[in-house]
């Protein structure tokens, strides 16, 4: 059965969504990009050192990725806004991650704030990926606002606590239509299959592969991770039992 | 003359034009994204364009983010 992921249209072969900060190079950023075969990939926009020399990342992102650029450094809506149309410019296509963040300390996003850019990229033809706190009234109104997907935080950005929402991320899912993707937080692969296995349609990672001691080799395993948590989320995942049950028939024995 | 470049103010001797000013500092001209005085600069713009005083130019270009 064909289970690729449809985003506004476009089939995405891979739920492991990759981003590419952090990285020790840009060449360590493309291998993690091969080993673990994503086709969605974020970068930031940034002003060039013009004293500098000058290395272009895009360059190192294989052909069949999709670039989504992210807002990050917006603090509001207008500069979310701003960002994406920039990146528009730029080359980089139509899909934009929405990062609004006016709190350095927790990393939080604005959900009013997405909202607001939301509703003003999806009218330019943007497909507009919102990162967000988990709430289920904001997700209706992302919805409503013309959002591709929504893309609930699982623990703050960089911790790598795993999902630590996992209980209104499941809500989402649940009352969604929307893909619903689990961004942030996401510390290891078992975290990464914990989120596939509630249903969340992909995951995106950056600091847990970026920051790994072989991030080649983790990013394979984060994939890897995906997939295996999304086929047990197709197959059906059982529920636990509060008594003991024999795996094996208690009649029969030899004696 | 004085233009603010990524926030810096920059001394020109002569006036330059965007196109000019990209090629002088080495940079590739199609990894780059202009904003000139607010408003995105498409590269076809770059020639016409000449630095003035108090201009505001943000180069920027794409970096790895998550």
Known sequence: MDDALIISGHKIDNRFFLGTGKFASYKLMQEAIISSGARVVTVALRRVDTQSAHDNILKYIPKECIIMANTSGARNADEAIRIARIARAAGCGDWIKIEVIPDNKYLLPDNAQTILATEVLAKEGFIVMPYVNPDLADARRLSDAGAASIMPLGAPIGTNKGVCMRELIKILIQEISLPIIVDAGIGRPSHAAEAMELGASAVLVNTAVATAEDPVLIAQAFSLAVKAGRIAYRAGVVLPKAQAEPSSPLTGFLR | ?66
């Open chain 2, 1 to 66: 003359m004085k233009a603010r470049i990524n926030g810096e103010d920059l001394d020109f001797a002569s006036s330059v034009s965007i196109a000019e000013f990209i090629i002088q500092r080495k940079l590739p001209p199609e990894t780059v994204v202009v904003e000139y005085n607010g408003a995105i600069l498409t590269r076809d713009k770059w020639e016409a364009a000449r630095l003035k005083e108090n201009d505001v130019l943000e180069v920027l270009s794409f970096v790895g983010g998550g």
